[in-house]
Structures are given as structure tokens and as C-alpha cells.
């Protein structure tokens, strides 16, 4: 199990995380941005780190940043919560590399099961049951009015 991790989202998201690792003596490291300095999740935290402007593209999602936070902060791995850079497959990835543990699916599995024509011949060779529609991509607006207008079988 993990002693520390950073939480890479904010508000609630990030209320409930830092909760469940409290819960599990796990210390944490909240990022906020400029704007969230003082929020209510930042208490339950054991360290936070200003990762930037207010603005997410400036903070949240820039990588980088994210990156720093969690090698100042010492941490294990990284929890995204949901949103932001959680399915982001490179990411995820930088996470690796940077032998940070990434909490949630594998680059690899982001890879494939992002992309939903992918995903869906996947599903299909594992005999799962898919819902109706298209066999694959739609090229056209043609093509996508008689998917929608058959029947389902």
C-alpha cells in the first residue's frame, strides 16, 4: 500500500479521496490552483502545493506541474480523481516513467478503450453484448441516418 500520494483534482473529487486515504492512514498532498487556495479540501490534506494560475490549462491539467507537485511533495503515487488528466493516456505514461504510480487504468488500456471503435471490437471478440448501432466508424451523414433509422434486431 501506498504511505503517500498526491490528489490531482479539487473540490469535492478531491474531498473524497483525501477522506478515503485519512480513513486508511495514507498521507496525501492536495494541488490547488491560485484561485483555490483556502478551500475547504486543502484541511483534510496533509501538505498542499500551489500548482498555477486560476485557470485549469494553466494548473490541473498541465502536466508538468502536476509532475513537480508530486516529486516535492515525495510522493508514491498519483490519484487524478475524475476529469482532468485521469484518462489522459500520455499522462499516465509520464506518470510511469517518472516511477510514479498512476491510480487507474493503464496508458495501454486508456489507449484502447478510449478510442470507442476500439473499444467496441474489443468488447465484441470478448463475446461481450454491445448495444445497437454502427459495426465501426460512420463516414457519412448518410450512413449515420440509416444506422439510426433500422430496427433493433
Known sequence: MFQRILVANRGEIALRILRACREMGIETVAVCSEADRGADYLKLASESI????????????????????????????????????????????????????????????????????TAKEIARAAKVNLVPGSDGLIESEEAALAIAAKKPS
Open 50 to 117: 500551489c500548482v498555477g494560475p486560476a485557470q485549469a490549462a494553466g494548473s490541473y491539467l498541465l502536466i508538468k506541474n502536476i509532475i513537480s507537485a508530486a516529486e516535492i511533495g515525495n510522493v508514491q503515487a498519483i490519484h487524478p480523481g475524475y476529469g482532468f488528466l485521469s484518462e489522459n493516456e500520455h499522462f499516465a505514461e509520464v506518470c510511469r516513467s517518472c516511477n510514479i504510480d498512476f491510480i487507474g487504468p493503464s496508458a495501454e488500456a486508456m489507449g484502447k478503450l478510449g478510442d470507442k471503435v
